[in-house]
């Protein structure tokens, strides 16, 4: 009777453990930068864009200056943010950010409740076009 009862125990706990190992890291919320509008867009955050702070940094993106801060202004749902022409009926900035050349930005962007905020890394070249660091 206990060498039955340890197997189903056994049993479980290994179900337990075979269920967990297989279980998937929930994921966070998506923005993506679009080189077509010089944007970021809002990939599968139900509330779009609501807040992002910008700061620009030279080495390291966890060591960095403010750059710009923006709040949403509108009770409409916006999924794309043009940082290079800024909406002012849709977000206020203090400090609003001034695209400087051959410089780095780390965006952030809110995450999930339980989740970290969403951090794209862009940077701007002599003419000041941005792109994407991977």
């Known amino acids: 009777m206990k060498n039955s009862l340890a197997k189903v125990g056994l049993a479980i ?4 453990v075979c269920i967990n190992a297989n279980a998937k890291e929930p994921k966070n919320y998506k923005y993506q930068f ?17 807040k992002m ?6 080495s390291d993106p966890l060591i960095h200056d403010l750059a710009a801060y923006y709040g949403l202004q509108t009770k409409d749902k ?7 022409n800024v909406n002012p009926t849709q977000f206020i ?20 409740d339980d989740m970290d905020e ?3 890394l862009l940077k701007t070249d002599d003419k000041k076009v941005v792109s994407e660091i991977k």
């Open 13 to 16: 706990m290994m179900m337990v």
């Open 34 to 50: 679009k080189a077509e509008c010089n944007c970021i867009v809002s990939k599968n955050n139900p509330a779009g864009i609501t």
């Open 53 to 58: 702070t910008v700061y620009s940094y030279t």
């Open 78 to 84: 916006v999924d794309t943010f043009s940082f290079a």
């Open 93 to 112: 900035c203090y400090p609003c950010l001034n695209i400087q050349p051959n410089s780095k930005y780390v965006f952030y962007l809110p995450g999930k």
């Open 118 to 120: 969403v951090m794209i």
